[in-house]
């Protein structure tokens, strides 16, 4: 293990300036991603900025009916959460689906979405990877590329973003609570992450030392009839070979509002737009979600070895969809 320094951070703002005066800090929280980076040599930081004991672990109801979620949450306390069960249940089967109960209980909602790819080759200092060293090239392009992207994908990288819950959230329309050097903003969720064109080191859209303070769900009565599907290759604990988050709103048999996202196929959690826009105004069907899915994938660009998520995303879509339009 590589020597380095720890800071225990006083409040937000002593938290962004030590990290964004110090190129080589970051962020621990639950460290459940960034430890094992460490063990593994991808990330060396310098200066670990310890933020659990800021005051980031509260979850509030609002006024206007949504819900705040602090950045140091568990995993596993958001889960049961009594609101959350209620009025998100497609963030309680993203979480609930995400890891095992270890790791929930210290994995936390904003080290949940910045989380980095598992590609191998990323894990695997001994490979080409842009994301991890840039210009070196990206050996999963031709390589074992079976778990990685179909779509948004550039020469420079072909990795996934692992999150599930990061999915579940842009099917709700979340918005992300951010303080940095200039004080505190907000970033929709569908707008953190980054596609990774020429830049795939860059992987989110916020400022060097910004750090997410919370997570604010809408008030959406719609999403109480929600759900979150992820396949995988085994049952416990491993990352989606293709998720969506859907919410689905009925009038009669005629679909009033739906919202989908999907997991496992790009650089970030994929809001499924076109996918929505087949939908909105149709009477339900299986047909019909199949088609919508088959619109959303359609400028989809599968590797050598990962074509079947193609046939897997779509037939997720309309199982979702089909259980959601019977409940």
């Not at 949504?66 to 979480?95: C, F, M």
Request: with cysteine; glycine share 6%; charged share 25%.
């Amino acid at each position: 293990m590589r020597p380095f320094r720890y800071h225990r951070p006083t409040d937000v703002a002593d938290a962004v300036a030590v990290l964004a005066a110090e190129p080589q800090a970051a962020y621990l929280a639950g460290g459940t991603n960034l430890v094992d980076l460490m063990k593994l040599g991808v990330q060396r930081p310098d200066v670990l900025v310890d933020v659990n004991r800021l005051p980031l672990d509260a979850v509030e109801e609002l006024p206007d009916g949504g819900l705040r979620i602090g950045a140091t949450v568990r995993n596993s306390d958001l889960a049961v959460h009594p609101t959350v069960r209620r009025d998100y249940p497609v963030l309680t089967r993203a979480l609930l689906a995400a890891a095992s109960g270890q790791l929930r209980n210290m994995a936390t909602t904003g080290g949940n979405l910045l989380q980095r790819t598992r590609c191998p080759y990323f894990q695997d200092t001994g490979k080409a990877c842009n994301k991890r060293d840039p210009g070196s090239g990206c050996a999963a392009l031709h390589g074992e590329n079976r778990d990685l992207a179909v779509l948004d994908w550039s020469e420079q990288c072909v990795a996934t973003h692992p999150s599930d819950l990061a999915v579940a959230l842009a099917a709700l329309d979340a918005v992300v609570e951010v303080h940095d050097t200039d004080g505190a903003r907000d970033v929709p969720m569908v707008d953190l992450h980054r596609s990774p064109g020429a830049h795939p080191e860059r992987e989110t859209t916020l400022a060097r030392g910004a750090l997410i303070t919370a997570v604010r769900l809408p008030a959406l009565p719609a999403a109480r009839r929600s759900t979150y599907l992820k396949a995988r290759d085994r049952a416990s604990f491993a990352f989606a070979a293709g998720s969506v988050a859907a919410v689905l709103d009925l009038d009669g048999d005629v679909i009033r509002d739906v919202r989908l996202a999907y997991g496992a196929l790009a650089h970030r959690p994929w809001r499924a737009y076109r996918a929505e826009q087949e939908l909105r105004g149709q009477p339900f069907s299986p047909e019909l979600a199949a088609r919508a899915a088959d619109a959303e994938l359609a400028e989809a660009r599968p590797l050598s070895d990962n074509g079947f998520k193609l046939p897997l995303t779509r037939s997720i879509t309309v199982r979702v969809l089909s259980e959601l339009a019977a409940s």
